[in-house]
Each structure stands twice: as structure tokens, then as C-alpha cells.
């Protein structure tokens, strides 16, 4: 015998008119063959839930009396005569994905067309989905979660009712949806979730729990973002201060390599003096042979004056270097303060003093040596001119 099927059940709910509050009984006007065929088929199936009062065979343009007991929800998917029938079972108050059809609504879960109890109850779902995430463990025939915290923890099932959903905060959930799937820190905003739940939802009573949660929905969103905020700082102050440590550093060598790329001539210089002291020829020394004495004088000057020249050249050189690193780290500070104001402001006030400041003393430090050496050379080559004017004599002068 044909057995009816789901759609023929669910187009003769939406045909019938109930006379109780129950939906137990009422009245359906055959206004189609098809609907001929489904009312008989289904007074025929004891599963669909359907008896006629009478026996008469249905026939068009008749209007027929029937009683409804319930549909076997393995054939025909769960059919609910109300909302709360939806909402009190185990599955549907904290899942989807099965069919269901609600009597009182004439809605299927099919439907596109949704009431807003049912676009809350979606929304709700939502949540709930979020809150499993959270939850230390979820048991998925009755969606019952335990949420966990370092000193706490509580059992949550989502018991709840049309009064609970009538009164949803819906800008709340979409708020805290927002926030946590945002994939930031997610391991950690689900911990602070978690630790919310707990604080505003521990001294309840366990089929409370669900109904206060869902009413300390703003509650609970001024947490996450407060906490967020602290941890967030936290974390971000540490990652700043790696990175400037690590700018630091980095700037650090480049200002060093500015003495150590002329180390070599730097210690040049006390050399060229021993050589300006012990080479420089006296008449006496030279034996009174003047061409020979203002030979070996003048190669002496000349070289020292050349000496200086480079010198100068090298020095100046390395100090145009510490200008472009100089800018560079004024560059870095100005990035970092503007980028992360409120953490440079924390480290200045941990280590009482700008991030950078050493590495501008540091370069105020070389800036000072460079231009040390460059007197040191100035003075020594004035006084190897002023040495060798005194003692040489010029033997081609007449």
C-alpha cells in the first residue's frame, strides 16, 4: 500500500484549520484531487498521526473532521505543534540539521519565508555553536557544556523558552560573534569567554543558568572587550619591545662598524707621529748635507699632510654614516610611537627614558671620537709644518 510522504503531510498542516490550543483535532477542506489523494493516504498511515472521525471516503469540495495524535518523527522528520516543543527538545535547543515542521508556525524548516521567532532561534544557534567552542567539553545529544577556569567550573545546557527568545539581545550575540571569530587571539578569547560565563553564571541554579546567561548578554561583551584590552596591551607591549630591542641592537652595530672601518688608520696616527719624532733630519744629524736634509723633511711633510688629507676624507665620511643612521633611528622611534602610542608611552615610563636613548647617546659618543681624531690629525700636521719650517733649511734658496 503507498505510503505518504513527507511533503503530502506537510501540505495538509498547512491546509487544516485546529479548533484547541493542543492541535489535536480539527477540520481540513478538500479543495484539490491532490489533496483528495494525501488526506486519504494519510487517515490510511497510523504513523502520520492523522484519524478521520468518520469514514466516509474523501472526496472534493468536503470539508472533514480529523484528530491528530502526533507523527512518527522517523518518516516524517519531527513535526511540533508549538515553538516550545522545538525549544524543549534535546536536540533542536542546541542544534540543526534535522527536519522538523511547527504546526502552530505552518513553518518547515525547508521554508524561506521565516518567522522572527524562528530567525531568533537561528541567531540563538548561533551561540550556542560559539559557546561549544568555548565550552572545555560539549555532549552533543543534549548539548550540555562545561565550561572551565583556573578556580571554577559550571555545567551549561541551553534550557530556554519563547519568553527567553522573545527578549534575545540579538546586537549582543552579533557583537560577541563578531569579536571572537575574529581569528586574533582567538585560544584566548575563548579562555576569556569562558571565564565570563563562569563569573556571571556560577551562583545559579543549573535550569537558571541558560535564561541568566542569555540576559547578561551585554554583560558579558563589556567583559571580553575589557579583558581583551588588557591582554591585548600585554601582549603587545612585550612584541614592541622585541622589536625595538631588535632595532636596537641592529643600529647598534652599524654605529660601531663606523670606528672599526677605520681602526686601521686611526691607529696610523701615533704611528705617523713616531715617524714625524724619529725621522724628521737636523743639520747636525744630516751632517750638514742641506740637499739630502730637505729631501728627507719634505717627503716626511708631504706625507704626513697627505696622511691628514685621507684622514679628514675617512672622518668625514663616517660622520655623513652616522647622520643617515641617526635618521634612521629617529625614523624607527616615530614609527613606533605613532603605531603603538599607549605602549612606547608604558615603556618610557618603565625604563624612565625613551626606547632609542642610548643609541643617540651612543651616537653622540662617536660623532665626538670622529671629530677627536680629526683635531688630533689637524694639530699634528701644524706642528710637523711648523717642525719642519724651524729645521730645514733650503739649499737652493740663495
Known amino acids: 500500500m503507498t505510503q505518504i510522504s513527507r511533503e503530502q503531510l506537510i501540505e495538509l498542516f498547512r491546509k487544516a484549520q485546529f479548533t484547541d490550543s493542543q ?5 481540513i477542506t478538500v479543495d484539490s484531487p491532490s489533496l483528495v489523494q494525501n488526506l486519504t493516504l494519510a487517515f490510511n498511515d497510523s504513523n502520520s498521526g492523522w484519524h478521520a472521525t468518520s469514514l466516509p471516503p474523501v472526496i472534493i469540495n468536503q470539508t472533514y473532521n480529523f484528530h491528530y495524535n502526533g507523527a512518527l518523527p522517523s518518516r516524517f522528520g519531527h513535526v511540533f505543534k508549538g515553538v516550545e516543543g522545538l525549544f524543549r527538545n534535546n536536540y533542536f535547543r542546541g542544534s540543526s540539521g534535522k527536519k522538523f515542521y511547527i504546526i502552530e508556525l505552518k513553518f518547515d524548516n525547508n521554508d524561506l519565508n521565516k518567522p522572527d521567532i524562528i530567525k531568533k532561534y537561528e541567531k540563538l544557534l548561533s ?20 565550561f572551565l577556569n583556573d578556580t571554577d567550573n559550571i555545567e551549561i545546557e541551553p534550557i530556554y523558552t519563547k519568553t527567553d527568545l522573545d527578549h534575545l539581545k540579538e546586537a549582543a550575540v552579533d557583537k560577541i560573534i563578531q569579536f571572537i571569530e575574529d581569528n586574533t587571539h582567538s585560544k584566548q578569547k575563548f579562555a576569556i569567554l569562558s571565564k565570563a560565563i563562569i563569573a556571571e553564571c556560577k551562583n545559579e541554579t543549573f535550569d537558571k543558568r541558560f535564561t541568566v546567561l542569555l540576559s547578561k548578554l551585554d554583560d558579558i561583551y563589556n567583559t ?9 596591551s600585554s601582549f603587545s607591549y612585550e612584541k614592541l619591545r622585541n622589536e625595538i630591542e631588535n632595532a636596537k641592537l641592529e643600529e647598534q652595530v652599524k654605529i660601531h662598524k663606523v670606528i672599526t672601518d677605520i681602526q686601521n688608520q686611526i691607529l696610523g696616527i701615533p704611528v705617523a707621529t713616531v715617524i714625524v719624532a724619529t725621522q724628521f733630519k737636523t743639520q747636525k744629524s744630516a751632517q750638514f748635507d742641506y740637499v739630502y736634509q730637505f729631501a728627507v723633511n719634505t717627503g716626511i711633510t708631504i706625507g704626513v699632510c697627505i696622511f691628514t688629507i685621507i684622514m679628514g676624507y675617512l672622518v668625514y665620511n663616517q660622520i655623513q654614516s652616522l647622520t643617515g643612521i641617526k635618521r634612521e633611528i629617529e625614523r624607527k622611534d ?3 610611537k605613532f603605531e603603538s602610542p599607549i605602549v612606547y ?10 626606547p632609542f ?9 662617536q660623532n665626538f671620537i670622529l671629530w677627536v681624531i680629526v683635531l688630533v690629525c689637524v694639530i699634528a700636521c701644524i706642528a710637523t709644518i711648523s717642525i719642519y719650517a724651524n729645521i730645514t733649511v733650503n739649499p737652493y734658496s740663495s
Do not use: P
Not at 23 to 27: A, D, E, L, N, T
Not at 345 to 354: A, E, R
Not at 357 to 365: A, E, G, M, V
Open 23 to 27: 492541535y489535536s483535532q480539527g477540520h
Open 334 to 336: 616615530q614609527r613606533f
Open 224 to 232: 571580553l572587550e575589557h579583558d581583551y584590552a588588557v591582554f591585548a
Open 357 to 365: 636613548q642610548d643609541l643617540f647617546d651612543r651616537l653622540k659618543t
Open 345 to 354: 608611552k608604558n615603556i618610557q615610563v618603565s625604563t624612565k627614558k625613551d
Open 127 to 146: 551561540f550556542i555553536k560559539l559557546l561549544k567552542d568555548a565550552a572545555i567539553f560539549s555532549d552533543s545529544s543534549i548539548s550540555k557544556m562545561l
